[in-house]
């Protein structure tokens, strides 16, 4: 066991640091919900980014701290999936990718050259036509929504392929959602470190030390969870990991709103970016109780229900 | 970052868990309900004996000192297989995690002599007379005084909860020498020394665990001393940085929930409403098991842990806390006593978020020094 980067991984967070410091700050003018930025989706295919889970030395351990590191920017692009998902097809599949879960909204699915369409136990591939999409503007989740209008051709996945998909989506998730609670945590520390009330800052009433520490404790976790899976590419750790996910976030997204007061509700503060990115993931692959089923069918050797 | 065991560590393990199949007696079970019931802590004297023999009892000392320089890692392995078998070594796991270690660093020569070869050979059993009535969390208010009388010290005063305290043969004693947190002096004191008392507190805990202890005039020579006057505080924080991932409860825990499982299963009662729960409870052990190997990594690279033993403690304290939930709502029939093994992790895993430092003093630590929030007025 090693909890400490590898020279490897120590370059990528270097690069990573150096290039998140170009989106680190959203737009002053900027009041809405989806900040994406094509520019920071540029950069990271031209370097190559999208391809690191591939490279031996580095691994989808690296591109799920590569995940993790990108998630806590304002500014999002369609990641989590192509550096962690797309590599362990054997299929050539143009991103953006996007997701489509028994019909449901997804993420990214209006510009997305390919389409996940998961529908009850199948997993199919799909590509579709600008026509089969329809962009969901008014969503209130921090990513570019949209859903299927079409009907483009889904080429089902053999079973095994289509459980390696569960499993990558699940360590997506989970080191996505490391990097948003590690975000919303920060902000809503040095929230309460300024905001004054009663004569002193809000973050030395116990209440919320205790609260915003628990948090903290939450944050961690996943982020190890997600790595480990990531590592391991177990089908039990990537469940365990996705439960540990959405569960914390239920938490966590709660509590950081709390204790931003009306401040979070805006969307001045960025809170919000980080908290209904969380809120779009919380539903994935049947949410926790979908998570928990998988935890129970490959760490207890439960039947699926 | 790698996640995987050497081949040395994983057959450290398989060797940990053959001499505990070797050693435990058929009616362990039975032996190990309440951590320091009289047949557990006897059974753990002649236990550790048989660990120190076959080098498995103090394999992270020094050779100096009868162990072989083993990294960290051997040493949390080992508690981790010694604690998911309900932890046959008794309380002398404390003198392997750390008393033996404190007073490595900080013993006289004469004291070094005198205790450290008998920890060795898993002979000796001490307590740590830290708390006392007016003084838990705040540990730095104690009472306890040690009065210099001559060429002795004088102490008198009371402990509570005291593990181990009826077993003991020594105690780590903090008292006061003078006033404030630089007035705090640690005693070596043998418990036969005229003027201890010790009483048994009946707990949920089970059967002689924890213990007052009482100290009327009681006699001990400077030599007693460890360290400096005032030092108590320098040590013991030193001393509890080894103890704080020093148990590793999420093993028992995980453990415990999945021999559950398995019963829940056996007789067709786990579904998806059950498998939940437990599913939840089992992300949380992993987390805590995984923020207790990161701190024994950085132990191992001679790094002593900060705030961050605070989370994973507290990580901890959330993962024994969902599995003792689920046992009592879903096997209720171990609390009655139907499964010992059960019966005897509830009893240990109850008090996960207050012995050894409570859940919210370790929430405090990682407000103020984890996340830098601005300090609570005084
Ligand atoms: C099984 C067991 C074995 C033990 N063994 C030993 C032993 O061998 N030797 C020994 O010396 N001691 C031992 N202890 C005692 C243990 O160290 C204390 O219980 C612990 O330090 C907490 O102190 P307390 O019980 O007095 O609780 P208190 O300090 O009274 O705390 C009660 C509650 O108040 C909270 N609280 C206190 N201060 C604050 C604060 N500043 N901010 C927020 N919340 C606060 C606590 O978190 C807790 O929730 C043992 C305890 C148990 C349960």
Redesign the interface.
């Known amino acids: 066991m090693d909890f400490a980067l590898n020279d490897d991984q120590l370059a990528v967070e270097g690069a990573l640091d150096k290039l998140a410091e170009r989106f680190a700050t959203s737009p002053v003018d900027f009041h809405g919900f989806a900040l994406v930025s094509q520019e920071l989706d540029n950069e990271l295919e031209e370097s190559q980014y999208f391809e690191i889970a591939a490279i031996p030395e580095m691994g989808p351990l690296s591109a799920a701290l590569a995940v993790e590191r990108l998630a806590r920017l304002p500014y999002t692009a369609e990641i989590a999936l192509s550096m962690l998902v797309r590599p362990h097809l054997d299929l050539e599949l143009p991103r953006p990718i996007a997701v489509i879960e028994n019909g449901r909204p997804g993420r990214y699915v209006a510009s997305a050259k390919t389409l996940i369409v998961i529908d009850g136990d199948s997993v199919g591939i799909a590509h579709p036509t600008p026509d089969d999409v329809e962009a969901l503007p008014d969503s209130l989740f921090a990513y570019p929504m949209g859903r299927l209008t079409g009907s483009p051709e889904v080429t089902p996945l053999p079973a095994e392929q289509a459980e390696a998909v569960r499993n990558w989506m699940r360590v997506a998730c989970a080191a996505e959602m490391a990097g948003l609670l590690q975000a919303a945590v920060d902000a809503t520390v040095e929230h309460i470190s300024v905001r004054k009330q009663f004569g002193r800052p809000i973050g030395t009433f116990q209440a919320l030390r205790h609260r915003i520490a628990e948090c903290a404790v939450l944050t961690g976790g996943v982020r190890w969870l997600a790595l480990k899976a990531a590592w391991s590419g177990d089908a039990g750790d990537a469940a365990l990991a996705a439960l540990h996910a959405q569960d914390s976030a239920t938490r966590v997204i709660y509590d950081v709103h709390q204790m931003s007061g009306a401040m979070g509700m805006t969307l001045e503060m960025d809170l919000h970016l980080w908290t209904y990115r969380m809120k779009a993931l919380i539903s994935e692959l049947g949410g926790r109780s979908g998570q928990a089923q998988a935890v129970a069918q490959h760490c207890f050797g439960a039947s699926a229900a | 970052?790698?996640?995987?065991?050497t081949s040395e560590q994983e057959s450290f393990r398989a060797s940990v868990r053959q001499f505990i199949q070797d050693n435990l007696p058929d009616n362990w079970e039975h032996i190990a309900h309440g951590p320091a019931s009289k047949e557990q802590s006897a059974f753990a004297k002649q236990f550790c004996g048989a660990l120190a023999e076959a080098g498995l009892l103090v394999p992270h000392w020094p050779e100096r000192w009868g162990g072989r320089d083993a990294d960290p890692?051997i040493a949390f392995i080992l508690a981790e297989e010694m604690w998911m078998a309900g932890e046959p070594r008794g309380g002398q796991y404390m003198n392997v995690n750390w008393i033996g270690p404190t007073l490595m660093l900080f013993g006289s020569e004469a004291q070094q002599e005198r205790y450290i070869p008998p920890m060795a050979r898993g002979e000796t059993i001490w307590c740590q007379g830290f708390s006392e009535p007016e003084s838990g969390s705040d540990l730095a208010s104690l009472r306890t005084r040690a009065e210099r009388v001559g060429d002795v010290y004088r102490i008198n005063g009371q402990k509570i909860w005291t593990s181990y305290a009826g077993d003991a043969d020594t105690c780590f004693l903090l008292a006061r020498t003078s006033q404030g947190k630089g007035g705090i002096s640690i005693f070596l004191l043998p418990m036969t020394t005229p003027g201890i008392t010790v009483r048994d507190i009946p707990s949920i805990i089970g059967e002689g665990d924890i213990h007052e202890v009482f100290f009327d005039d009681v006699e001990v020579p400077e030599s007693a001393r460890l360290g400096e006057e005032g030092q108590a505080w320098e040590i013991v924080g030193k001393a509890l940085s080894l103890e704080r991932v020093g148990i590793p409860r999420f093993a028992l825990a995980s453990k415990t929930l999945?021999d559950a499982?398995k019963l829940l299963?056996s007789r067709g009662s786990?579904?998806?409403g059950v498998?939940?729960q437990?599913?939840?409870a089992?992300?949380?052990c992993?987390?805590?098991r995984?923020?207790s190997?990161?701190i024994?990594?950085?132990r191992a690279?001679g790094i002593i842990a900060g705030a961050e033993a605070s989370?994973g403690r507290?990580?901890t304290v959330?993962c024994e806390r969902l599995v003792s939930e689920f046992v009592v709502e879903h096997v209720p029939e171990a609390i009655s006593g139907a499964h010992p093994l059960l019966l005897a992790h509830h009893q240990r895993g109850i008090v996960a978020g207050i012995a050894s430092g409570a859940a919210?003093i370790q929430?405090?630590l990682?407000?103020?020094q984890?996340?830098?929030?601005?300090?609570?007025?005084r």
């Open positions: 970052m790698d996640f995987a065991w890692w999945a499982v299963q786990f579904g998806p498998a939940e437990a599913a939840k089992h992300a949380a992993e987390a805590a995984l923020y190997y990161s024994i990594d950085q690279k989370v507290f990580a959330i919210e929430l405090n990682i407000a103020t984890f996340l830098e929030l601005p300090r609570e007025p």
